[in-house]
């Protein structure tokens, strides 16, 4: 079964996040931050991640920019209520794989 790291603040969104992907088949593994999320991928694999833009402590750019340092392969998808081109820009080319 394909496992998903979901990274998220808000408690509800990534709880639907989460139980749409589960009712796909998908396991999945929370973290409220992307501090939370980079100690957890350190002991654990996934085959992909979604994570929140706008985040307190570590933003989901500030994640991404971390994550790819260490691994450049796992995709991750970006998402988020605001609409910026700038922050789209900043996303891909920091190395995310989708952006919704």
Known sequence: MPR???IDDEPELREFVV???ELNN???VEAENGKKALSILEGEDFDCIVSDVE???MTGPEFLKSF???NKII???MLTGVKSLNTVVEV???GAQ???
């Open 4 to 6: 998903i790291l979901v």
């Open 19 to 21: 139980m749409s992907l």
């Open 26 to 28: 998908f396991e999945t």
């Open 55 to 57: 985040m307190p402590e």
């Open 68 to 70: 790819r340092d260490i």
């Open 75 to 77: 995709p991750v998808i």
């Open 92 to 94: 891909m080319k920091a």
């Open 98 to 100: 989708d952006y919704l």
